[in-house]
């Protein structure tokens, strides 16, 4: 059964404090590993996906990075917008389709 | 280009009743899936629907079920309402089911069982 981890479930930080989230997983056979951020009341936001180990992306102040056993979501110099929850899921190879295994979600606060 | 539309956003039903729930995906996706989420156990995998055909299922009761019109919107039913299906369902819809694909979330639908 396909599992995944987040660390940790919550985090506060100052403004201009840079950090980073764990994604852990267990899956036979990764298709992707999808990131979404998810502000209070509305639905996950696309973020990132990744395929390969060592591959990495970038959008704005978010750096997202995975090896075979993990992906981590970097928070570099984060403004105070940056404050939601961000979600982390994976895709196998053995379920045909779209379905998405998530993690629990780590709640980011970024305090001005 | 218009996002994943869900209807209706916000709903009030009673233990018992049953709940259709309706998803539009974006412009020239065929995949649809749904999710429930709630505080307790985070977003699970409901089912996935694609060119009509169920293609996945989660771990849910039977309760729970869908379907797919040919214009690729998605409607999923829960019927004999239970207090714990209280949740927001998702709706997310994609292009295929291949890699590569992005697989974007509509804002849900709150349902409140009282």
């Known amino acids: 059964e396909d599992q995944v981890t987040q660390s940790p479930e919550a985090l506060r930080l100052q403004e201009g404090e840079s950090s980073s989230l764990n994604c852990s997983y267990t899956v036979s056979g990764l298709r992707g590993l999808f990131w979404y951020r998810q502000d209070p009341g509305k639905g996950p936001e696309f973020l990132f996906t990744l395929y390969s180990a060592g591959e990495e992306k970038e959008k704005e102040r978010l750096k997202a990075t995975l090896t075979k056993k993990e992906s981590f979501l970097h928070i570099t110099a984060p403004k105070p917008e940056d404050s939601a929850t961000y979600l982390c899921a994976v895709q196998a190879w053995w379920a045909a389709g779209n379905k998405l295994t998530f993690g629990g979600g780590t709640r980011v606060l970024v305090k001005p | 280009k218009a996002g994943v539309t869900q209807t209706p956003r916000y709903l009030i039903k009673t233990r018992g009743q049953q709940v259709t729930l309706s998803c539009s995906p974006i412009?020239?996706?065929?995949?649809v899936s749904w999710y429930q989420q709630t505080p307790g156990q985070g977003l699970q995998f409901l089912f996935e629907?694609?060119?009509?055909?169920?293609?996945n299922k989660g771990n849910f009761p039977g309760r729970f079920s869908g379907r797919q019109f040919s214009n690729s919107r998605s409607e999923m039913n829960v019927s004999t309402l239970e207090l714990g299906d209280s949740a927001l369902y998702l709706c997310?819809?994609?292009?295929?089911?291949?890699?590569?694909?992005?697989?974007?979330f509509g804002e849900g639908s709150w349902l409140t069982v009282v």
């Open positions: 629907y694609f060119s009509e055909t169920q293609r």
């Open positions: 412009s020239g996706h065929r995949s």
């Open positions: 997310a819809s994609s292009y295929t089911g291949g890699s590569g694909n992005t697989i974007y």
